[in-house]
């Protein structure tokens, strides 16, 4: 196709990452192309492990990324995750293309070799896979609003925003309006910090590694955000963000900065 062809004349990636659903992979295309990259790239790409399971008891299949992927290796470690919103799949497309593109690129481009021969990296394409697969059950040709995760409130009610369900009591309990108290909002955040199995598994794999940043990917639009978002603040990596974030949109010119600066 055209796109594919553009792929490979612009970026070197020869690998499709269209799905069935509106031309968005659905959750069980994710995991076989996990498994497709471990047959095809075994030197460059982990087999896929959970961090743990959803409220529904699906796995949040992760790979670990570099070119000595079968254990950790002691490189600096970085950690890429998408679809903690389960209508914003845009996410992990690209997480998947990225993924082929450094693997496509190994040895061929010099930035794709130097990240896989001197860096760790880790992906977790799918942090909310009820709610994706909620919406593939609602809108099988694309389109489902879902946002949440599926965890059952009270009566028919559904679902805890997981990007609002991190952090200490200050952070979560924050009265700035970026989250809800109601169980029927988009931005419920919950009845604790942590109180969802997804945010606990995700609490305690970053524990368990010595990630050296992590990046969740959305969709809401061409933004970098960096902390703060609970309080109009830096944080105390404000200029480590500051730096790091400049280089990272000087190709698509994203606009960049605190919550208060961007997305509010």
């Given at each position: 196709s055209d796109?594919i062809q553009?792929?490979?004349d612009?970026y070197?990636?020869s ?10 992979l659905?959750?069980?295309e994710v ?6 990259m471990?047959?095809?790239y075994p030197?460059?790409i ?6 743990g ?9 992760t790979?670990?990324v570099s ?5 950790p ?5 970085v950690?890429f995750?998408a679809l903690?919103?389960?209508?914003e ?8 293309y990225f993924m082929?593109w450094?693997?496509e690129n190994?040895n ?9 021969r ?7 394409p ?12 609602t809108?099988p040709?694309g389109?489902g ?15 805890i ?8 009591y200050?952070?979560?309990n924050s009265t700035?309006n970026?989250?809800s108290?109601?169980?029927?909002s988009?931005t419920y955040r919950g009845l604790?910090?942590?109180s969802e ?22 969709t809401?639009?061409n933004y ?5 978002g609970?309080?109009d603040a830096p944080s105390p ?9 400049q280089?990272?949109?000087l190709?698509?010119h994203?606009t960049?900065g605190?919550?208060n600066q961007?997305?509010n």
């Open positions: 796109a553009n792929s490979i612009e070197n990636v690998h499709s990452i269209y799905g069935s659903m509106g031309g968005y659905i959750f069980s995991v076989n192309k996990l498994d497709s471990r047959i095809e030197n460059l982990s087999e896929k492990f959970s961090i399971n959803s409220v529904e008891n699906r796995a949040m299949w790979v670990r070119n000595s992927p079968n254990a290796t002691g490189r600096p470690e950690w995750h903690i919103h389960a209508r799949p845009m996410s992990m497309e690209q997480s998947l082929y450094l693997m190994y061929i481009d010099p930035i794709a070799t130097y990240i896989l001197n860096r760790e990296l880790y992906f977790t799918v942090f909310n896979p009820d709610g994706y697969e909620y919406n593939r059950s809108d040709t389109g609003m879902w946002r949440k995760n599926r965890k059952l409130n009270s009566g028919t009610t559904y679902g925003d997981l990007n609002r369900n991190f952090g200490t200050a952070f979560w700035n970026g989250s108290t109601v169980p029927s988009d604790s910090p942590f199995p997804e945010t606990q598994n995700a609490r305690d794999f970053v524990i368990s590694r010595n990630f050296k940043g992590a990046l969740s990917y959305h809401y639009g970098l955000i960096r902390p703060w609970y309080v990596d404000e200029k480590t963000f500051q730096s790091f974030s280089d990272m949109v190709n698509n994203f960049l605190r919550s961007t997305v």
